[in-house]
Protein backbone atom coordinates (compact mmCIF):
# COMPACT_ATOMS: atom_id res chain seq x y z
CA UNK A 1 0.00 0.00 0.00
CA UNK A 2 1.26 3.54 -1.35
CA UNK A 3 1.06 6.15 2.01
CA UNK A 4 0.32 9.45 0.76
CA UNK A 5 3.46 11.71 0.86
CA UNK A 6 1.87 14.35 3.35
CA UNK A 7 1.09 11.96 5.85
CA UNK A 8 2.02 13.05 8.89
CA UNK A 9 3.48 11.92 12.20
CA UNK A 10 0.74 12.50 15.62
CA UNK A 11 2.15 15.22 18.13
CA UNK A 12 1.39 15.18 21.45
CA UNK A 13 -0.70 17.09 23.57
CA UNK A 14 -1.66 17.51 27.43
CA UNK A 15 -5.16 18.29 28.65
CA UNK A 16 -6.65 19.16 31.87
CA UNK A 17 -9.93 17.71 33.16
CA UNK A 18 -10.84 19.87 35.95
CA UNK A 19 -13.52 18.24 38.30
CA UNK A 20 -15.51 19.28 41.03
CA UNK A 21 -18.27 17.71 43.03
CA UNK A 22 -19.25 13.92 43.51
CA UNK A 23 -22.62 12.06 42.33
CA UNK A 24 -25.45 14.04 41.02
CA UNK A 25 -23.20 17.15 41.92
CA UNK A 26 -20.17 16.14 39.57
CA UNK A 27 -18.80 18.87 36.92
CA UNK A 28 -16.27 19.50 34.34
CA UNK A 29 -14.74 22.57 33.24
CA UNK A 30 -14.58 23.69 29.93
CA UNK A 31 -13.16 26.72 28.06
CA UNK A 32 -14.28 28.28 24.54
CA UNK A 33 -11.48 27.91 21.68
CA UNK A 34 -10.14 31.35 20.80
CA UNK A 35 -10.13 30.86 17.20
CA UNK A 36 -14.22 29.17 17.01
CA UNK A 37 -15.58 29.29 20.24
CA UNK A 38 -16.10 25.62 20.56
CA UNK A 39 -15.98 23.87 24.12
CA UNK A 40 -12.82 22.18 24.62
CA UNK A 41 -10.89 21.40 27.85
CA UNK A 42 -7.74 23.63 28.67
CA UNK A 43 -4.66 21.73 26.34
CA UNK A 44 -1.67 22.43 24.81
CA UNK A 45 1.61 20.96 24.10
CA UNK A 46 4.38 19.52 26.85
CA UNK A 47 6.86 22.28 28.35
CA UNK A 48 10.54 21.97 28.55
CA UNK A 49 11.18 21.30 32.00
CA UNK A 50 7.76 20.16 33.19
CA UNK A 51 6.03 16.65 33.54
CA UNK A 52 3.45 16.00 31.26
CA UNK A 53 1.04 16.14 34.26
CA UNK A 54 3.15 19.11 35.39
CA UNK A 55 2.28 20.60 31.38
CA UNK A 56 -1.29 19.89 31.80
CA UNK A 57 -1.76 21.63 35.22
CA UNK A 58 0.17 24.80 33.92
CA UNK A 59 -2.06 24.61 30.50
CA UNK A 60 -5.18 24.85 33.23
CA UNK A 61 -3.84 28.27 34.72
CA UNK A 62 -2.85 30.14 31.43
CA UNK A 63 -6.57 29.31 29.97
CA UNK A 64 -8.65 28.72 32.98
CA UNK A 65 -7.36 30.33 35.67
CA UNK A 66 -6.97 26.88 37.68
CA UNK A 67 -4.20 28.61 40.34
CA UNK A 68 -4.13 25.08 42.34
CA UNK A 69 -5.31 21.64 41.95
CA UNK A 70 -4.47 17.51 42.74
CA UNK A 71 -3.42 16.55 39.62
CA UNK A 72 -3.21 12.40 38.40
CA UNK A 73 0.13 11.25 37.55
CA UNK A 74 -1.16 9.12 35.07
CA UNK A 75 -3.71 9.99 32.42
CA UNK A 76 -6.76 8.58 32.82
CA UNK A 77 -7.56 8.47 28.96
CA UNK A 78 -6.89 10.00 25.64
CA UNK A 79 -8.22 10.94 22.22
CA UNK A 80 -7.33 12.49 18.81
CA UNK A 81 -7.64 15.39 16.92
CA UNK A 82 -6.44 17.27 13.84
CA UNK A 83 -5.26 20.64 14.84
CA UNK A 84 -5.40 23.31 12.42
CA UNK A 85 -2.15 25.36 12.17
CA UNK A 86 -0.69 28.32 10.66
CA UNK A 87 -1.87 28.30 7.18
CA UNK A 88 -4.59 25.86 7.63
CA UNK A 89 -2.82 22.66 7.43
CA UNK A 90 -4.63 20.03 9.67
CA UNK A 91 -2.28 17.79 11.78
CA UNK A 92 -3.08 15.08 13.33
CA UNK A 93 -2.82 15.25 17.51
CA UNK A 94 -3.13 12.57 20.29
CA UNK A 95 -3.85 14.81 23.24
CA UNK A 96 -3.45 12.96 26.79
CA UNK A 97 -5.79 13.51 29.42
CA UNK A 98 -4.88 14.63 33.10
CA UNK A 99 -7.41 14.41 35.96
CA UNK A 100 -7.12 17.81 37.97
CA UNK A 101 -9.35 17.64 41.59
CA UNK A 102 -9.34 20.25 44.65
CA UNK A 103 -9.51 23.01 42.04
CA UNK A 104 -8.73 26.46 43.49
CA UNK A 105 -9.04 29.17 40.55
CA UNK A 106 -9.15 32.59 40.39
CA UNK A 107 -10.64 35.23 38.14
CA UNK A 108 -7.68 37.29 36.94
CA UNK A 109 -5.27 34.89 34.59
CA UNK A 110 -3.44 35.16 31.32
CA UNK A 111 -6.08 34.45 28.41
CA UNK A 112 -8.89 35.84 30.62
CA UNK A 113 -9.90 38.03 27.98
CA UNK A 114 -9.74 35.72 25.30
CA UNK A 115 -12.02 32.76 26.67
CA UNK A 116 -14.93 32.20 28.60
CA UNK A 117 -15.32 29.23 31.18
CA UNK A 118 -17.92 27.15 32.77
CA UNK A 119 -18.43 24.07 35.00
CA UNK A 120 -20.89 21.62 33.42
CA UNK A 121 -22.35 18.54 34.29
CA UNK A 122 -19.88 15.83 32.97
CA UNK A 123 -23.01 14.55 30.74
CA UNK A 124 -23.67 18.21 29.36
CA UNK A 125 -20.03 18.68 28.75
CA UNK A 126 -19.64 15.60 26.53
CA UNK A 127 -22.71 16.75 24.69
CA UNK A 128 -20.49 20.16 23.65
CA UNK A 129 -17.13 18.70 23.11
CA UNK A 130 -17.04 17.69 19.17
CA UNK A 131 -14.25 15.10 19.62
CA UNK A 132 -15.77 11.99 19.68
CA UNK A 133 -12.65 10.14 21.97
CA UNK A 134 -12.75 13.57 24.41
CA UNK A 135 -17.39 12.84 24.36
CA UNK A 136 -16.27 8.86 25.50
CA UNK A 137 -13.89 9.81 28.82
CA UNK A 138 -16.52 12.26 29.76
CA UNK A 139 -19.24 9.81 29.66
CA UNK A 140 -17.20 7.57 31.92
CA UNK A 141 -16.39 9.57 34.67
Not at 45 to 54: H, N, V
Request: overall charge neutral.
Amino acid sequence: MVQPLLARPKRLQVAALCLRGKGADHEVLLITSRDTGRWILPKGWPIDGLSAPGAALQEAWEEAGVKTGRIAQEPIGSYDYAKRMEGGVPVPVEVKVFAITNVQMVDAYPEAEERNRRWFPSGKAAALVDEPGLQDILRDL
